[in-house]
């Protein structure tokens, strides 16, 4: 760690005291969620950490530094601001050079907690390789972070607005292991199920985190995928979610929108189109990841310790 980083007073403690610690992105916060929803949510997400016996570290850029866990406060003016850069792998010197904030995406809070030595990471949804990348070549960076960085990724798979089947391919090529957590396919975010299958199941937060030791052991670079379905109850209706995301898209294409302002909109359109039933989900879906990753953060850090 250097000046460019500053971690809070409750992930000193934890490290002091050997608990695990589960990184938390902010792009969700500030970019992915509307405001009052961003900040009750990321408050809770935190909490389900803390009372499965981790401590929690949401990452963000504020004036410059990046944060390794951020106080209330700090939330809300995060969850508030309207003009927070999304940073990705490509923002970060950038913002941190020039002072400004930035809430992490995906790849920059991987490359964040990995600096932070943190080797698990909650988050909603990945970026993928969007549909149409045969020609736009739009594929989020978070797929080349997972390919260089170490650490584990807790998601509800990722989002039918994406090419599932190239997005696993890519993962594939790029030797990520994408790991189902009580399921053999790829959630998709909004529905528990798709038509790809994971490399592997597990059945426990214990067995995911013993792949994630053994692959540390090995000194395989790069990060994993823990794929958590959207849990039955807040899952949506496959048909009505698929015709809302392809009017999103078409709408996205009408409009012109492309590179980092693509995933936004498509969330954005998504949410007033839903009438905020995929807010709803989406707040279960990550809640439920808090739990399952804070439950793996635990489970290996048992095994290190
Ligand atoms: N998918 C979601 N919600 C999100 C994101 C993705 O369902 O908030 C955010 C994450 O921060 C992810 C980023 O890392 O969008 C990917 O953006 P892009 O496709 O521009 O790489
Ligand atoms: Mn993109």
Redesign the pocket.
Known sequence: MNHLFQKSKEVLDAEKNHLPIVALESTIIAHGMPYPQNVATAREVEQIIRNAGAVPATIAILDGTIRIGLTDNELETLGQAENVAKASRKDLAYLTATKQHGATTVAATMICAERAGIPVFVTGGI?GV?RGAENTM????DLDELAKTNVAVICAGAKSILDLGRTMEYLETKGVPVIGYQTEHLPAFFTQTSDYPVNFTVDSAQTAAAVLQDKRTLNLEGGAVIANPIPDAHALNETYISRIINDALAEAEANGI???E??PFLLQRIHETTGGDSLDANIALVKNNAEVGARIAVALNDLAG
């Open positions: 970026g969007h739009d594929i989020s960076a492309s590179g980092k693509t995933t």
